[in-house]
């Protein structure tokens, strides 16, 4: 199958204390258990570009690739973790996250941050890497908003892809492709501090005790209306 020119591109590792094997497992029960869907964190807003993109395309993806540096100490061993528990979505809407799925991310109580990011993702297809069939050069990605080059920090960005001749580039496989889905793309609030051994468990049980604890502990977030743009 042919790539997309344009597409949400994400380079995954270690994150929030789990290696990504265990990441992989755990969004894998949670795709089963959704039907195809599963919400997959982000750092980063990618809110208007996300826009530019659904405005291109009618069935936008989300490739992704294995990060080729090392993970960073505060993803390998993060002074604490969370699941976020409520999300709102490119129209500020609330949008009710299912209760067999959790979005987790580093914590830390000296320098909390209020928001987190996920991509609305499906997929008929199990979520384990394989050998990949294609690989994206990244001299060949662009900013869809901007048109820059993919800089190193970008973890997730919105790219186009231009044809390139040079060939002293990294190449990244692609080991996980997916499509993206309404809502597409969501902001996390209400952090939920989980236990460091929770990270280890069966995430279908560690699922269940956090909603219940969000249950119990927050009243709903009152629905936000939207209006269409003029």
């Known amino acids: 199958m042919s790539l997309p020119e344009c597409f949400c591109w994400s380079r995954f590792g270690t994150e929030a204390g789990q ?65 976020w528990t409520s999300a709102e979505t490119l129209n500020g809407d609330f949008y009710p996250l299912p209760n067999c799925s959790l979005v987790t991310s580093g914590h830390d109580p000296l320098a909390p941050k209020g928001t987190h990011y996920a991509l ?22 662009r900013n869809l908003l901007t048109g820059r080059p993919i800089a190193a ?27 993206l889905v309404h809502p597409y793309f969501l902001t996390l609030r209400d952090p939920l501090l989980l236990s460091e051994t929770a990270l280890h468990l069966d995430w279908a049980a560690v699922a269940r005790e956090a909603w219940q604890r969000r249950k119990v502990n927050h009243s709903p977030r009152p629905l936000r209306l939207s209006f269409p743009e003029a």
């Open 19 to 83: 290696p990504i094997e265990e990441i992989l497992d755990r969004k894998e029960q949670e795709r089963v258990a959704n039907g195809g869907m599963f919400f997959w964190g982000i750092g980063n807003a990618l809110g208007p570009s996300m826009r530019e993109l659904l405005r291109r395309t009618r069935d936008p993806e989300v490739l992704f690739s294995p990060m080729k540096s090392a993970p960073r100490a505060e993803d390998v061993a993060p002074p604490a973790v969370v699941a």
């Open 153 to 179: 920090s970008q973890t997730t960005a919105v790219v186009e892809r231009q044809a390139t001749d040079r060939l002293d580039t990294p190449m990244y496989e692609i080991a996980i492709r997916a499509r």
């Open 120 to 141: 609305v993702c499906f997929s008929d297809n199990p979520l384990v890497t394989s050998p990949p069939e294609k690989k994206i050069a990244l001299t060949e990605l």
